[in-house]
Every structure is written in structure tokens, then in C-alpha cells.
């Protein structure tokens, strides 16, 4: 299924992270899978919340620079294969992945991933 | 609109004239009522009966900021103490503040000069002049507020900063005419953006910006930011302050107020006087100031001046818009820099925002320049490489513009101080 990521934009200081957290906790945001993608200079936190458009807007009136973008999330059984089936059946409808991240737990694995077309994406892997 | 046709539009047979009895009036003034000016003229081996035409201004000896804080606070008045009706003083970030006093003629010179700045601007005496500079010992908010009076103007002395009560300001009092620095104009147009306050909406149809160098591509953003035309004024304290120059509807160089204030352009490095066109240091004579009258005074401030005739009617010399000054300038590896150049290359490049910050600094033997840039909204991705891009962009412009190779950051919005009074641009960490 298709749903809505939140992509905040942090300098590579101490301290950044912890504050867009402290202000989502704030706000009474939950966070239920984040990664970070980071270079020497700044990094991109990416995060599945609980209402993103609150967490955008309270960021955003903090003075991040936010963004909120189409991702995939699916579901698959945590065996041998599974993330492979999943990643074949993008690659044969010629959809590029540009990031994932996800977790196993409970016999399932479940996987946020960004590719260059999220509606036929998800149709394909549901 | 023309405020003083007689001053303003004068041959130039006429101004000379009028120039030069000004000149031998001032010389005779400071040679007899200012020890250092006498010092240094003896020291010259002049008299003020040398000084007998427009021409012979180049045997005067230069003034400059350093001779002030010399001579600090009050060394160089003209006057008795007890004539002095106001003193200014500069912010003095390095070294002494350099003071400088008005008498009440000076005063009204001011207020006489501002006055012709807000007409040639295009305001009458119906608008409301929302004077946001700073007021206090700083010259732009009460200068303004005298001059923006004088015209018949209604001046709503709101000071500099303090953004929300500026907008209340600007909706419920309707101004028309926003005075302030061109860096606060620009902040002033986003924090209306990001309260999603249509500029349109607004009365406000002028602005009139000094008080610090900016550029033609900044101007363009300002005037599309909040819907107005905005006028380029310039002036410094030891002068007079702002209304030293003003440009007029043709956007082509700023009309000096040539009756009060004979410019020159010197080669920094010889001292030479250079000819129209040619961009070189800007240097003052004060011909009609009582309680600070200075020679020579040398600006610091880079540009070049044209005597042809102005579309606009006026008469009076224009000098190009400020390229930088010469002490701001960075010399990097050998190679000049001037921090103007960055502004109008990032206001070249959407993803950008024109607020940066320069650093400079020494690693090892080399030296280091860092652009912190704050990156814009619309073009922030959830994807590294697309950020690169962005970077790489940034930091390719930067660099064969500048032609040397730059440490670029990306940075997050509003970490970057916007200024309420001159940004502060350059930190140069170099211990030299």
C-alpha cells in the first residue's frame, strides 16, 4: 500500500536529532520506522508517523525543512526469498528503488520502500 | 519626482561655480577651526588660498575612518560644542566608534537631501513612510524620519526589527513607502510568504533600501517579493548618512547630491583621481557641513561615476551602484572575492535562498573559503543524490564564478542570521 513518508532535512550537528524528535514527542507524534541517510555535511531523516501532516506543520513551524513523499510499505513472510520475489517483481516492471528500510518481527517482515512509481508498485506487491 | 529643481538640475557651468565657492568657504573653515586639518595642510605645505578652483580639490589631504577614531569622540568638530544639536555614531564592530555631530543646519541639510531621496523615489506627501531602520545612534532611522517629514509625508517610526508588528503595521496602517536595509526587505517578503499574506494585498508600492551593499538581482527579487519598485539610497555617517545619493526611475546610478557633497573616484592603491567609468574608491567632500566638515573623505566603498545627463531631468553626477567595498574585499589564494559576487550567483540559482555566509579560514598554509547556503523549501528531496545534485550546482556556479574552489555547506533554513540592521556576510577566521 501507498503511504505517506515525512523527510526532514538535519545539519550534521549534534543535538539535531534528538530535537525533532523531542518536538514530535511534543506534539504526540508516534514514530513507527525512521532511517537516516547521511552524508559528511547534513543528513535526510525519513520516518513513518502516526499524522504526518501534523508532524510536517509543527516541524515546519519549528524552521525544518520537511517534506512529505509517496512510499510503498508491504508486508512479507520473514523467509528466505521473500524480500527477493518482492524486489523481482519491481525490477520486471522496470521500477527503480531508490531506498528501502524495514524489520522483521512475529514470522513477518515489513519493508518501506521508495521507487519511481509508488501506485503501480504497490499494486504489484499489494 | 523632482524635490529641489534649482539643486537638482542645474548646468553643470552652474554647479561648478557653486562647487567651488563652497570648497574655499569649507577649506578657510577647517584650515582655522580644526587643528588636524590645519597640521596636515601645513604638513603639505598648502594654504587655503591655494585652493582657488574645482581642480586643484586633488592638493587637499584624504580623510579617513582611522583619522576619526583618532581623534575620537569629538577632535574633529568645526563648531563650539555648545552649536552641536545631535550626534550620531557608528556601530564601531572594530576598533572605536567614530562619532560625528550636526549642527542645526546640518540637520536640516539632511532632512533637505532625504527629502529629495523619498521624492526621486516617487513619494509625496501622501504616502506613509514606514521607517524600519534602527533608530538610535545609527543615522538611517532618524534621517530618514526627518526627511520623509520634511516632504509632508506621514513617518511611522516603528525601528528595526520586530517582524509580526512591521506586518500589522504594513495591513493596518496601509504604508506605502517601506524604508530599511535590502537584506531586511528580503526577510521581510518571505515572513509575509510564510504567513501567507499576499504582498499584492498591501498599499506598500516603494521601497527605499541602503545601509549596505546589494546587488541588481537582488533589487528584482525584492521588488517581486513584495510588489513594489524599490530605490537604491546610499550615504554613510561621517558624510551625512543615507540621502548622500539616490537613484531615480531609470534605475541607472544613484543622483549624488552634488551642492552638498563633491564626489570623487581614486585609484586606492595610487591615490590618483580616476575619470567617469573607471571603479575605484568613492571619496567625499563635505562643501556645506558645519559640525563635522570633512576633505577628502575616503568611503571605503567602490564604484564609478557618470556625468551624462539622466533621462530624469536631473543634472547631478550619478555613481554606479555599489560593487563592494574595499576593505570587505577577500583576497583567497591570491584571488579577489568580493561578497556581493556570491549574492548575485545564488540569486541566479532557484534552489538557493539568497541568505549565505561566508567563511573564511586557514588550514595549514591554505586558506579556506566556506559558503553556507541555506537550502530552498521547494527543492529539499527525501534522496541523497538529488540533494547532491543540488550541491554540486551550487558549489559548480560558485566556483567558476569565483574562480576558486569553495567548501560548500548546505544548511538548514533559518540558521543563517537575517539582519535587522548590515548582515554580517564575512567571518574570517585568519590568523594572520
Known amino acids: 500500500m501507498i503511504i505517506k513518508q515525512l523527510s526532514v532535512f538535519l545539519q550534521n550537528e549534534s543535538g539535531r536529532l534528538v530535537n525533532v524528535t523531542e518536538i514530535l514527542h511534543q506534539a504526540d507524534i508516534n514514530i513507527s520506522a525512521l532511517s537516516i541517510a547521511e552524508t559528511q555535511e547534513y543528513g535526510i531523516l525519513r520516518m513513518i508517523v502516526s499524522d504526518v501532516e501534523k508532524a510536517a506543520k509543527t516541524l515546519r513551524d519549528a524552521d525544518y525543512t520537511v517534506k512529505i513523499t509517496d512510499v510503498i510499505c508491504i508486508e512479507t513472510p520473514d523467509i528466505p526469498g521473500a524480500l527477493s520475489n518482492a524486489l523481482k517483481a519491481l525490477a520486471d516492471a522496470r521500477i527503480d528503488v531508490s531506498y528501502m528500510y524495514g524489520y522483521s518481527s512475529d514470522g513477518k517482515a515489513r519493508l518501506v520502500i521508495k521507487t519511481s512509481n509508488p501506485a503501480e508498485a504497490s499494486n504489484l506487491l499489494g | ?146 526627511g520623509a517629514e520634511k516632504l509632508g509625508a506621514a513617518v511611522i517610526p516603528v525601528s528595526g526589527g520586530n517582524t509580526e508588528k512591521q506586518i500589522q503595521l504594513l495591513q493596518d496602517f496601509g504604508s506605502t513607502v517601506l524604508a530599511c536595509t535590502p537584506s531586511y526587505a528580503a526577510y521581510l517578503s518571505e515572513a509575509l510568504e510564510d504567513a501567507g499574506i499576499d504582498p499584492a494585498s498591501l498599499p506598500l508600492r516603494i521601497g527605499v533600501f541602503g545601509a549596505e551593499p546589494w546587488t541588481q538581482a537582488m533589487r528584482q527579487k525584492i521588488e517581486e517579493g513584495l510588489k513594489i519598485t524599490a530605490f537604491d539610497i546610499y550615504g554613510l555617517s561621517e ?53 563635522l566638515p570633512l576633505l577628502r573623505y575616503r568611503t571605503r566603498d567602490l564604484s564609478s561615476l557618470n556625468h551624462a545627463p539622466c533621462q530624469c531631468g536631473r543634472t ?117
Not at chain 2, 570648497?23 to 582655522?32: A, C, E, F, G, S
Not at chain 2, 595549514?364 to 547532491?388: H, K, N, P
Open chain 2, 1 to 146: 519626482m523632482i524635490w529641489n529643481q534649482p539643486r537638482e538640475c542645474m548646468s553643470r557651468d552652474e554647479m561648478t561655480h557653486l562647487q567651488t565657492a563652497r570648497l574655499k568657504d569649507l577649506v578657510q573653515r577647517v584650515y582655522h577651526n580644526v587643528p588636524f586639518y590645519r597640521t596636515k595642510m601645513q604638513g603639505l605645505g598648502i594654504e587655503p588660498a591655494d585652493i582657488q578652483e574645482l581642480g586643484d580639490i586633488v592638493k587637499l589631504p584624504f580623510t579617513t575612518k582611522q583619522d576619526l577614531r583618532d581623534n575620537y569622540p569629538f577632535g574633529l568638530f568645526a563648531v563650539p560644542k555648545s552649536e552641536i544639536v545631535r550626534v550620531h555614531a557608528s556601530s564601531g564592530t572594530t576598533g572605536k566608534s567614530t562619532v560625528v555631530g550636526y549642527t542645526r543646519k546640518d540637520i536640516d541639510t539632511f532632512s533637505e537631501v532625504v527629502a529629495r531621496a523619498l521624492a526621486s523615489a516617487g513619494a509625496t506627501k501622501e504616502d506613509f513612510v514606514q521607517v524600519a531602520y534602527g533608530y538610535g545612534l545609527f543615522t538611517g532611522g532618524l534621517g530618514i524620519h526627518y
Open chain 2, 239 to 291: 558624510i551625512i548618512g543615507p540621502g548622500v545619493s539616490i537613484s531615480c526611475e531609470y534605475q541607472d546610478g544613484l543622483h549624488i547630491q552634488e551642492d552638498h557633497f563633491i564626489p570623487e573616484i581614486i585609484n586606492p592603491e595610487t591615490l590618483e583621481q580616476m575619470g567617469d567609468g573607471v571603479t575605484g574608491e568613492l571619496v567625499f567632500t563635505t562643501i556645506t557641513k558645519e559640525g
Open chain 2, 316 to 432: 547631478n553626477v550619478r555613481m554606479a551602484k555599489i560593487f563592494g567595498r574595499s576593505d570587505d574585499m577577500l583576497i583567497i589564494r591570491g584571488v579577489n572575492v568580493f561578497p556581493s559576487s556570491v549574492e548575485s550567483i545564488l540569486l541566479d540559482i532557484p534552489e538557493a535562498k539568497p541568505h549565505y555566509q561566508l567563511i573564511v579560514d586557514r588550514k595549514g598554509t591554505l586558506d579556506t573559503l566556506e559558503v553556507q547556503v541555506e537550502i530552498d523549501d521547494r527543492f529539499f528531496s527525501d534522496e541523497v543524490v538529488a540533494l547532491e545534485k543540488i550541491h554540486q550546482k551550487i558549489k559548480h556556479k560558485l566556483e567558476s564564478v569565483l574562480g576558486i574552489s569553495v567548501i560548500l555547506r548546505l544548511v538548514e533554513h533559518n540558521t543563517i542570521a537575517r539582519s535587522e540592521g548590515k548582515a554580517k556576510r564575512v567571518i574570517d577566521r585568519r590568523s594572520l
